[in-house]
């Protein structure tokens, strides 16, 4: 089935830097999302995109991510700079419609801040 | 409190036996979805519902939006039906935010 591609598999940093990770949504995708799940434990909803814009986020979402997708391209999340708290593997995700049956994860972005 | 609580926590199967895992719900859930997360951390999508049940060869899961719980019923376990089994229920009125359990951990044992 379609899938939603997210690079790298695994990034290691130095606290402090900056790290952008990468998405590639299912192609005919209007809506966008990243998740957080630290090692083992539950997946916590970050942030929500669509037509461009962030439509809702939630208090893991700190001041120092942001999100965009220009022109079409690879919808990203960026942090800087980055803490040791970051540490987590982040999910992307994609759907046609709000809600709908069609949503899709990434396999996931390892982040390990050093 | 939790809004998705999800039961058990863990659980260890015998290679073809049966099992059931579930969730309950302090939001108004709409619609459910069950995922599995496999042991190299994939996000595998097992079923979407609306109230109602669903089947796929040996798994079923059935959602009942009156009562709010969901439950994902394992038939005949494999020992590839190891990993974590999350539900996760929308959240906002958008029905695009996924509130995810704390998920179960499913050990198949030969």
């Known amino acids: 089935g379609p899938k939603v591609l997210q690079i790298p598999s695994h990034q290691i940093i130095d606290m402090g830097q900056m790290v952008t990770l990468n998405c590639d949504p299912v192609?005919?995708?209007?809506?966008f999302y990243w998740y957080k799940q630290i090692l083992g434990q539950q997946m916590e909803f970050l942030v929500n995109?669509?037509?461009?814009?962030?439509?809702?986020k939630s208090k893991l979402f700190k001041d120092q991510f942001s999100v965009e997708r220009p022109d079409g391209s690879y919808f990203t999340l960026k942090i800087q700079p980055t803490a040791l708290e970051d540490s987590a593997v982040y999910f992307c995700?994609?759907?046609?419609?709000?809600?709908?049956?069609?949503?899709?994860f990434g396999s996931g972005t390892r982040l390990l801040v050093i | 409190g939790d809004k998705v609580k999800q039961s058990p926590s863990a659980l260890s199967l015998q290679e073809g036996t049966n099992s059931a895992l579930r969730c309950n719900f302090s939001?108004?859930?709409?619609?459910v979805q069950w995922f599995l997360q496999n042991p190299r951390g994939s996000l595998i999508n097992l079923f979407y519902?609306?109230?109602g049940t669903k089947e796929n060869g040996r798994l079923k899961s059935a959602f009942d939006s009156k009562e709010s719980y969901s439950t994902l019923h394992i038939r005949d376990a494999q020992l590839e039906d190891s990993g974590t089994y999350f539900c996760?229920?929308?959240?906002?009125?958008?029905?695009?935010?996924?509130?995810f359990g704390i998920g179960t951990r499913v050990l198949v044992r030969p």
């Open positions: 995700a994609s759907s046609l419609e709000a809600g709908g049956s069609d949503y899709t």
């Open positions: 192609s005919n995708h209007l809506y």
């Open positions: 995109f669509y037509n461009g814009k962030v439509m809702e």
């Open positions: 939001i108004a859930a709409t619609t």
């Open positions: 519902l609306v109230p």
């Open positions: 996760a229920a929308p959240s906002n009125s958008a029905g695009n935010k996924l509130t």
